[in-house]
């Protein structure tokens, strides 16, 4: 959230909501190795997911997950789609 405002398409890590975001990331840091997505497929989801129109405030709202979450597991897909075969 911005100024009182939601934040249209913007990841947790832009939207403020920084306290959500830390506990994303002690999470993420659980997965085990195997079940992890690499940096590089990860890092293309999460510019899929910035421009994609059914985010709203860090959050999808196709699926009401955080993808900044879900992109860190290597057998998740996009609700919409959108992620392919990166």
Do not use: V
């Not at 830390?22 to 990860?42: C, F, G, M, V």
């Not at 997911?49 to 998740?76: H, I, V």
């Amino acid at each position: 959230m911005i100024d009182g405002r939601i934040c249209r398409r913007c990841l947790l890590q832009e939207s403020g909501r920084e306290d959500i975001h830390l506990d994303i990331e002690k999470h993420k840091a659980k997965i085990p190795e195997e079940e992890r997505t690499p940096s590089q497929e990860y890092e293309k989801r999460l510019g899929i997911c910035g421009k994609c129109e059914n985010l709203a405030d860090g959050c999808c709202l196709k699926c009401g997950c955080y993808p900044e979450f879900r992109g860190a597991f290597r057998k998740q897909k996009c609700p919409a789609n959108k992620w392919g075969s990166i």
